[in-house]
């Protein structure tokens, strides 16, 4: 199957529908759990702020694989919100930021949690590792003449 020929059966289709289904079941349950008061991409966005300590739009948008005038609106969004707030070159939650990330990150914790716990510490080792392998091969290819 992984090597069909019809692109229908194949494992890149496999990767892509998964894909789009773990981005649809997440704005699903932001929109529930969070009462569309903030969004699955505000999530992922003040995410990137947490790890990484910048809004560089171009940075995130990157990192997110997103346009970078889509990310500029929502960190402009958040920052009209008061929940993120920039000096020295760092950004860093206000206090509000960061209750609402924290209750963001509660959310999509009962979503992970209830997916992977179909699955054995070891399964998502192993499908982590090798989606980081195909990653990294994607990344190769898109820098070659192979594209």
């Given at each position: 199957m992984a090597?069909?020929?019809n692109y229908c059966k194949s494992l890149a289709i496999l990767i892509e529908q998964n894909a789009k289904m773990w981005s649809a079941t997440s704005r699903l349950n932001f929109?529930?759990?969070l009462k569309n008061k903030f969004s699955f991409d505000d999530f992922i966005v003040m995410d990137v702020i947490a790890v990484y300590k910048t809004s560089d739009c171009e940075f995130i948008a990157k990192i997110l694989c997103k346009q970078k005038s889509y990310i500029e609106k929502i960190v402009a969004d958040l920052e009209k919100r008061k929940l993120i707030?920039?000096?020295?070159?760092?950004?860093f939650f206000t206090t509000d930021g960061e209750k609402v990330y924290q209750d963001m990150f509660i959310s999509?914790?009962?979503l992970v949690k209830s997916v992977t716990r179909f699955f054995t510490e070891n399964d998502l080792e192993t499908l982590f590792r090798l989606q980081q392998k195909l990653q990294n091969v994607m990344l190769s290819l898109s820098n070659s003449d192979v594209i």
């Open positions: 090597n069909s020929r929109k529930k759990n707030a920039c000096k020295n070159n760092e950004s999509y914790n009962s």
